[in-house]
């Protein structure tokens, strides 16, 4: 055994600089030095021997190849062609630091070398499309969602683990590397374990939309992600002394090894043992072996999702397995089903808001919507829609046209048999639609698919917050029947139909962004969701062109709050615009000090008149104050 030391170091070193890192060498560990030129195959030493090293990366990995037999010591030097190998090892970047190294009772030394396909990894490889994960300036997010953020696509990947586990999968970009550099470089992806220094580790990237990807990139730009037990969505970690990726497609990968672009179909990365000992700043390594660790539940594996994925480039938004949604499904073909219970709660529904409309009494209506289960197959056909799933569509259409038939009869009878022909303030609010009654029901859309999407929101919650908008406009139109009066019938079934189809789009798009939408048909179905909605919304237009003008007419009366009439002040006051079959009219309170003369009240007139349309009608009240 030799107990020499040497100083290894790059042709381009000034002499005077190696002369003075030699001095250091000797005065550190007190031992005379000897130095010669870093040369990748020639130099030869005897076993025992002591070797500082300062070469560049790429000539620093391919000589570890050649001395892996040799019992030897490495201590790294940095400067500037290394700093690769500094940052894998953990060297300090003060020269006398790094010397001290080999002084510490508890350094680490390194005994084995990672291989990727046969040559020695340092720093970590990455598979795929490495230009995604590059940068972490402004400049770089810039070119990101500028030019690549709509090319992204996964590619799949087959994975063999030393224990012979094989997985499929799709990824977007693949990191290895010593499971301690990757600790350093990723460590909000890695549990803290005993020993973290010896295995393979990888981590796997596989957003499954555009949206995921700007959430992981913005998360990697920022490095502040928090560890926890789980990891992100679209990120997977695996540690294994052995991991094989095979190209699932037979196409080739492109790999970036020790800064040098290359390309392959199957890359294999292996521990070996090496009798040389690389001198680490490596910290927490017990050096007892540990199992080898799979957590890759957050990337794509289910067979109809790798199909999806290696066809084309990211959705805008993540789409679901299959077997994901299993259970949703069920749960609203069940709901589409019009079984006794529901017909029962149906028909009490419409019993109870048609006499809260007759009452004119708004709470006997809400409670009419808390009982009402219409929502139920309205949702169920949202997700038949955006999904194309025949048997669904069937069953909740089904459902829902026997129900609208069921509650347009009821009311219709029920107005029929009572001896009240006025109209009510709760009837009337149901008669004239507007586009803001589509935005209510948009708006009760998305509460009622994220209430049966997430089991941990209760349905019934979802179902308070919108029934509103479908029995009473229902009951509204049934009433018009059996009065015999078309425009009822027609304004409160249009208000009727607006709820139901901002319902669907809405409920279908919510579906969609939370990844429920089918991968074939996703798109088609929000299209034809638009043009119902746009069908439903034409119509519409003019009622919101009538509360356009309604609110012309409060604007200039808000201004108009006071007329002169010699030296008093009259007040005017709207109390409200009636729409009426025979024209629009305008409600007026005027107040006053005194009781008016008639001359005084065609004043009035002349002056209310002159600030309103011929057709708008005008109903006035007088009033004094005391």
């Not at 540990?290 to 890759?296: A, F, T, V």
């Not at 009878?413 to 948009?442: C, E, G, K, N, S």
């Not at 919101?544 to 010699?566: N, P, V």
């Amino acid at each position: 055994m030799s107990d020499a030391t040497f100083f290894l170091h790059d042709h381009r070193i000034e002499k005077s600089r190696i002369e003075q890192i030699s001095e250091m060498i000797e005065k550190s560990i007190e031992t005379k030095v000897s130095s010669h030129i870093f040369k990748k195959r020639k130099n030869k030493f005897e076993a025992g021997s002591t070797l500082f090293v300062m070469a560049g990366d790429e000539d620093f990995a391919e000589w570890l190849e050649h001395i892996r037999h040799i019992d030897v010591k490495i201590v790294i030097l940095p400067f500037e062609e290394n700093r690769l190998s500094c940052e894998t090892f953990m060297i300090p970047a003060d020269i006398e630091e790094a010397i001290k190294l080999i002084r510490e009772e508890s350094v680490h030394l390194f005994d084995e070398q990672i291989l990727c396909n046969g040559k020695v990894l340092i720093g970590c490889v990455t598979a795929g499309q490495s230009g995604w994960i590059k940068g972490k300036g402004l400049k770089a997010l810039i070119a990101f969602f500028g030019k690549d953020i709509f090319s992204l696509k996964l590619f799949p990947l087959n994975i063999i683990t030393e224990k012979e586990k094989e997985i499929s999968a799709a990824s977007l970009l693949v990191e290895v590397g010593v499971e301690a550099t990757m600790h350093i470089k990723r460590p909000y992806f890695f549990k803290a374990s005993d020993n973290q220094c010896r295995r393979i580790a990888s981590v796997i990237y596989a957003p499954q939309s555009i949206l995921g990807a700007v959430r992981l990139r913005f998360m990697l730009a920022k490095r502040k992600i928090n560890p926890s037990e789980s990891l992100p969505p679209g990120v997977g970690t695996i540690k294994s002394d052995r991991l094989i990726f095979k190209s699932g497609n037979g196409a080739p990968m492109q790999i970036n090894l020790n800064a040098k672009v290359s390309e392959a179909k199957e890359i294999v990365f292996e521990t070996i043992k090496s009798e040389a000992k690389m001198v680490t700043g490596w910290k927490g390594c017990s050096g007892t072996q540990e199992k080898e660790s799979i957590r890759i539940q957050n990337i794509p594996q289910e067979r109809d999702l790798l199909s999806f994925f290696s066809k084309r480039s990211l959705p805008l938004v993540p789409i679901a397995s299959e077997e994901s949604f299993a259970e949703l499904f069920q749960r609203l073909r069940s709901s589409a089903k019009m079984s006794a219970s529901y017909t029962l709660l149906l028909i009490v529904s419409v019993l109870m808001a048609t006499t809260g409309l007759f009452q004119n009494s708004s709470p006997t209506i809400i409670g009419a919507m808390i009982l009402a289960p219409l929502m139920a197959p309205i949702v169920a056909l949202s997700m038949g829609a955006i999904r194309f799933e025949g048997s669904l569509l069937k069953r909740s259409l089904r459902t829902i046209s026997l129900s609208t038939a069921v509650a347009l009869l009821l009311s219709a009878l029920y107005a029929w048999m009572l001896p009240f022909t006025h109209i009510t303030t709760q009837m009337a609010m149901r008669t004239h639609p507007t586009l803001l009654d589509l935005a209510v029901a948009l708006f009760s859309g998305i509460a009622a698919s994220y209430g049966y999407a997430n089991s941990k929101v209760s349905e019934s919650l979802a179902g308070v917050a919108i029934a509103v908008a479908l029995v009473p406009p229902l009951c509204v139109a049934g009433i018009g029947l059996g009065w015999g009066s078309v425009d009822i019938f027609s304004n409160a079934f249009l208000l009727f139909l607006a709820n139901i189809a901002g319902i669907i789009i809405a409920a279908g798009a919510t579906f969609f962004i939370l990844g429920y939408a089918s991968t074939k048909y996703a798109s088609t179905a929000l299209i034809i969701k638009m043009l119902m909605v746009a069908l439903i919304a034409a119509p519409l237009l003019f009622s919101t062109q009538s509360l356009l003008e309604d609110e012309k007419i409060y604007t200039t009366f808000s201004k108009l709050d006071r007329i002169k009439i010699g030296k008093s002040e009259i007040k005017v006051l709207v109390s409200g615009i009636h729409h009426e079959p025979d024209g629009k009219y305008v409600e007026l309170n005027i107040l006053s000090e005194k009781e008016l003369s008639r001359s005084e009240k065609e004043m009035i007139k002349r002056v209310i008149r002159s600030k309103l349309e011929k057709e708008v009608g005008i109903i006035v009240n007088y009033g004094y104050k005391l």
